[in-house]
C-alpha cells in the first residue's frame, strides 16, 4: 500500500492540517521519512513499517503480547541502527499521533451482530443464540 501520508495531508489541506496539528505534522513528517535502517534500499521508513506490521497484526487478531514478541524479534534480526519499534507500546506511540487507536469489537462467531450499543453486555447472540 506504501506510505500515503501526504496524499491524505493534501485531501484535508496542508495549511488547516499543519495549524491545527503543528507538532503532530512534524512528527509525522519526519516518520514518513526516516528510512527504517541506515542504507535501506527500498521505500520502507519507520511510519510505513510500523503502519504494515500493525494491519497484519489486526487482520489476524494478534496479542498485544505476540505482536511484541514479533517485534523484538524483527527488530533483533534487521541491522543494530533500525528503527523499528521494539514493543507494540512504542509502535502504538508512533499510531496514536495519528488518531489511530483502535478498539476490539466482540462478533457473533456466525457474523450477527457485534457485540457494541445494546448488545454490549449479552452474554449470547439474540438471533442465533451462540455464546
Known amino acids: 500500500m506504501g506510505d500515503h501520508l501526504e ?51 489486526a487482520r489476524y487478531g494478534w496479542s498485544d503480547k505476540s505482536f511484541s514478541s514479533l ?13 523499528l519499534p521494539k514493543s507494540y507500546y512504542q509502535a502504538k506511540k508512533i499510531l496514536c499521533r495519528m488518531g489511530m487507536e483502535y478498539q476490539k469489537i466482540h462478533v457473533c462467531p456466525n457474523d450477527c451482530i457485534l457485540y457494541i450499543y445494546e448488545f454490549q453486555e449479552m452474554p449470547k447472540c439474540p438471533r442465533c443464540e451462540v455464546s
Open 7 to 57: 496524499d491524505m495531508i493534501r485531501d484535508l489541506g496542508q495549511e488547516f492540517f499543519q495549524q491545527a496539528h503543528a507538532p503532530m505534522y512534524d512528527t509525522l513528517q519526519t516518520d514518513s521519512k526516516k528510512p527504517l535502517y541506515p542504507g535501506c534500499k527500498n521505500s520502507l521508513t519507520l511510519l510505513s513499517a510500523v503502519l504494515t506490521l500493525v494491519n497484519v497484526k
Open 71 to 83: 517485534l523484538q524479534v524483527v527488530h533483533d534480526m534487521l541491522l543494530e541502527e533500525n528503527m
